[in-house]
């Protein structure tokens, strides 16, 4: 499925559509070049995931972890400043991917090998300078 | 009365830190980084840093060493309880726990973030209650409003990223090695910070962006590069300075206004963005011209330490305020 993001203002639409396609998913994949969008669009979805907390970027911390109003944990990864697979085993990745809980991962290409073979896809292009493609795909 | 000796563990994300405080005076600060690179005398890998259970026990005999003292005259064990990686706060607090129940000492849970801005109290000069502080990390962004010790309230946050990441993702675009804010502010030195300006994002309030800026740079640079191909490697000393300078006055923007809407004169600044020298300089010259106290820690006192939770755990011991053999960490406690 493939998704186009004109506005800002078309996010809430973009981010309705993702949940309700990738429904019976647990691991989503946001894959994009730097400033693409791949945060926002996490803190959008996890707005429509009725999380209460502040979405922010987990560059620093590697992984945040969230609360729905229906006491749903949710983890967001960023594995952008790995610089081997084996430190995300250290902190325990296994356990929060196997959780059963949503787990939104950005920079999942540093970790190829530990990402669980049921996942769904989320790719964002960026084409002109407020155009973006947003491709879904769903593996295992 | 008897001293009060207090151990003070910090395993939140990196570096396994251990500090021992004295009736308040630091008497050894330990970073695990330090510690295994002399004792196995090369580069410590990044793994390393991660390795908290390897750390630990060394760290600590280290802390012990240096300071002079003995397990059995300790009067508490404090950890940190969060906010930070679970797997990592789970090392520290299981240690902390152990010992002090080994030891029948009370423990002290402490907050990572609260421990940042209670790190002004190591030295002189303490800033007087109530003061504002900007703690900036890799991790976090906010401006902190605190009355006393243990009554904080934040004021202003970031609603994304953290500046620390903007600034290592704008040393990333530049193709400078990661962690590169640190690297970015050593190269802006010789640079002009007013040759390129970026259009910013202003916040609601007293709250940040950083991550429409750090795209602002991205597009910047892209468009440069169709026009010269080697645009950043003839203008790096002068992009890095423009960028440093964009990044810190987004920061003081609010600081400013937090300063103003608060009537509060005095501030200070923490977390490892605090060793930016830019930062460093503009705010010595805002307290010059608006009349602030500033107060800007010592380089090790910055980035993240044990001898932060160990002043921190030392007001709580004397506010009467101890732990639970019972607590888990908790890796997102907000500071109220």
């Known amino acids: ?140 | 009365m008897s001293d009060r000796i207090l151990l003070a563990i910090e395993t939140s994300c990196d570096d396994t830190g251990v500090a021992i405080i004295k009736n308040g005076n630091i008497l050894a600060n330990v970073i695990s980084t330090q510690t295994v690179h002399e004792q196995y005398g090369g580069v410590v890998p990044e793994l390393a840093s991660r390795d908290h259970q390897r750390n630990i026990v060394p760290a600590v005999t280290q802390a012990f060493k240096l300071a002079n003292i003995e397990k059995n005259q300790l009067s508490a064990v404090a950890y940190t309880r969060g906010p930070g990686l679970l797997g990592s706060l789970l090392v520290g607090a299981s240690f902390a726990k152990a010992l002090a129940l080994g030891l029948q000492v009370p423990i002290i849970e402490v907050n990572h973030m609260e421990a940042h801005i209670l790190a002004h109290f190591i030295d002189e000069p303490r800033p007087l209650f109530p003061f504002l502080c900007l703690t900036v990390s890799g991790g976090h962004t906010q401006i902190v409003l605190v009355k006393d010790f243990f009554e904080m309230e934040v004021v202003g946050a970031t609603q994304d990223d953290a500046v620390g990441e903007a600034f290592d993702k704008a040393a990333k675009m530049l193709e400078i090695p990661y962690p590169g804010g640190p690297l970015l502010d050593k190269i802006a030195l010789a640079g002009d910070h007013t040759k390129y300006s970026f259009p910013e994002v202003d916040m609601q309030g007293l709250n940040y962006s950083f991550s429409g800026i750090k795209t602002s740079f991205l597009y910047f640079l892209r468009d440069q590069k169709k026009i010269n191909p080697d645009f950043i490697t003839e203008n790096l000393p002068d992009i890095c300075a423009s960028m440093q300078a964009c990044l810190v006055e987004i920061l003081l923007k609010k600081l400013r206004r937090a300063a103003k809407e608060f009537g509060i004169k005095e501030v200070a600044i923490a977390g490892g963005v605090s060793a930016n020298s830019w930062l460093r300089l503009k705010l010595q010259e805002e307290a010059v011209k608006y009349r602030w106290n500033i107060y800007i820690p010592a380089f090790e006192y910055c980035t993240d330490n044990a001898a932060m939770i160990a002043i921190a755990a030392h007001y709580k011991f004397v506010h009467g305020k101890f732990g639970s053999q019972k607590a888990s960490p908790l890796p997102r406690w907000s500071l109220e």
């Open chain 1, 1 to 140: 499925m493939e998704l186009i993001c004109t506005h800002i203002s078309e996010l809430r639409l973009v981010a309705q559509s993702i949940i309700e396609f990738n429904r019976k998913y647990s691991i989503w994949l946001f894959e994009g070049e730097m400033g693409a969008g791949k945060t926002t669009l996490i803190k959008e979805i996890c707005n429509q995931l009725t999380v209460m907390d502040n979405v922010s970027s987990p560059t620093y911390s590697i992984v945040n972890e969230y609360v729905t109003k229906n006491n749903k944990i949710i983890y967001h990864f960023d594995f952008f400043r790995l610089k081997q697979e084996e430190e995300a085993l250290d902190i325990g990745v296994e356990e929060y991917f196997y959780s059963q809980n949503y787990c939104f991962i950005e920079w999942s290409s540093k970790i190829p090998s530990l990402i669980p073979p049921k996942y769904a896809k989320i790719e964002i292009n960026l084409y002109k300078t407020n155009q973006r493609v947003i491709q879904l795909s769903q593996h295992g």
